[in-house]
């Protein structure tokens, strides 16, 4: 049985690309600390073991950097800012974030050199597993200053006047390093951290995989939790009972942790141009500066609530029984399944604290309904996606709508309570539906239409490339994967104002040609648009050359949601986007113009569509077949892109025809753009160019609520008001 246990676990490693030798030593220090409950381990797809290996290949990254590091010729002070975290933690475990030892030193501008000396040593660029090692990059200052507050947290500080302890309280080794800085030191350090408290707690990215197996009890973790708790409910309970000890919600405490020694440190290091502020005068701040986002959080929201939720959910979820052996059992009664529940709904969607649990516990996370995405693309995680719906029945969630079809999650949110899931199956690429005409072949791409003597990236060339000339012999990217702003402008330009610049008349209109066959209407014009031309196969760069920004897919992090208004579900970023930023395609099915208008005339009266035409260039090309005409749609299939809402005018995303492994212009990639600077939890949104007045467009006319000033709908209703009056 527990070879067959064993062969399982390696071959859901394997799957990853990780290696059995790695794996193993892993999965016995994992077997170890689960006491050999392999249900632990097996539980979420392996999502213990495969946390564990990339924690400990992180630490081996990091031993090795150590040693390198000696090796070179650094200055001793220099090596000390580059790693000094690393230097500090002698004894940590290579388990998930479980170190025993060391203060938090990393300063921000430390963990950055550290990272770039990692790049430097070529770490950053490894392609074992892109996708995660994506994710891991990002995460990574966050990370690592976790697993060191998880350190804090048995041997590290404690703040005097919280505590009423000495200012160091000493684990097993914090005596060893006196000399250690001190974790604040500016008041717009306490500021960033401070923010990072309340990202910790709305960030919807992976979970840490942190877990605290070493049951401790009245730890100094414990004891700061308890203080909290005392503070929030007056009660003082668990404060120092050493049967609470502390279970795997080193989140949870480490962000109580935090705010204490936010509020306090200062005052243990002696700084004098800091006085610590009133306590309720940092919620107010907090509340003020957070609530504004009235879409990620309830109305009910407040600080203190949250905190006092985590302070109760974190005593009650992380109450063990702790036996001589130290076996724990978690205290898993129904009080405690509802508080978490409450917090849940309060925060409204905090995965973190949802999510980041004892792998053998399951919180009151009801499948209520069967998932309606098709399973076509689970690639790697069965249950990476989940549908949570909250107590009421309401709040949904799904945590990834992709199912590891994408580089990056994309989750799925239902914070007012009244959306159908959305029926589709997520597809990251487009994909012939029958008889669109589209052939994809090297002997196709002529070589002017390519770069094959270049090599790495075409960008860093002195010369631009062959793949530059359809931009006017410049790249449209900037080194940084950006648009350029005079091509961005130029193409917005042309958007917002279709008659100065030109459009194109068919002679025989695919688009009229599917609506009437025997007597097509004359062609009502189509923009001719800018096209980006990146590098493909036939070309000799890589694929980190900075012309293939497309084909490399989303990067940012991307959330679907219910809108307020009427226009169903939208997408919003969950993260600050630059201009230029590229944030996904339009993926579809691509369908003949001819079977689309089928498609719709047989279709019943949907609410919302989800076709685009590609008719970027057939002014410019003879008459196009049936076959030729193309559009996509995303009604069945689709990405992300289906549920961008539209908006007149000011939208901040722009569509634009991308080329990349056909020159035949008939088909192309609809690349979206951010047209300016895009906050957090905007939501984003194109000008579908629709005529309000076309009831023949593909994309039907609806009620546009978009808000914009310069809503065409609402000028379109006014001006049809007036002529009725008159
Ligand atoms: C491509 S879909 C966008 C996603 C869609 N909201 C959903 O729930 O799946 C286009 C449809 O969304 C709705 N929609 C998009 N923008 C809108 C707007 N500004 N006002 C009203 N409805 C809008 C329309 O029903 C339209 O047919």
Redo the contacts with the bound molecule.
Sequence with gaps: MTKERVYNAFKATRALGLPDEEVKPVLKDLLKVFDKKWELIEAEDYRALIDAYFESRETKVIEGEKKSLAKDDVPEKASKRLCFEEQEDQSSSTLGGTSVTGLEVGTRESSQLCSESRKDRGIESSSLFPNRQLNQKKKDPIRSERAVRGRNSTSGMVCPQYSKQPIVECGSSSHQRKNVPSICHSREHIKQRTERIINDSADFAEPTSAIDPVCQAASTRDKVVGYLASQCDGSGSGSNDSTHCASNFVIASSTLEEVKILLNCDSAVGRANFKIPDFNAVLKFLDEKYLRIDKLVSPQFSVMTLLKDLCESYLELGTVSCNRSGNRSIANNSSSVRKVGNTLNSIGSNRRVFITGNHNMVLKEKITKPLRFSDSHNLVNKQQQRTTYDEKGSFKRISDITKGAENVKISLIDDIGNGDL?KFTYMPHNIIYQNAYMQISLARIADVDCCSSCSGDCLSSPLPCACASETGGEFAYTQKGLLKQKFLRGCVSMKLDPQKHHYVFCQDCPLERSKNEDMPEQCKGHLVRKFIKECWRKCGCDMNCGNRVVQRGITCRLQVFLTRE?????LRTLENLPEGAFVCEYVGEILTNMELYERNENSGNE????PVTLDADWGSERILRDEEALCLDATFSGNVA??????CGDANLIDIPVEVETPDRHYYHLAFFTTREVSALEELTWDYGIDFDDHDHP??A?????GSESCRHVKTKRRTNSITRR
């Design positions: 959305p009427c226009k169903g579900w939208g609410r919302h569509t989800y289906r549920f961008i809402n539209h908006r994309i039907k609806f009620q546009c609520c978009c």
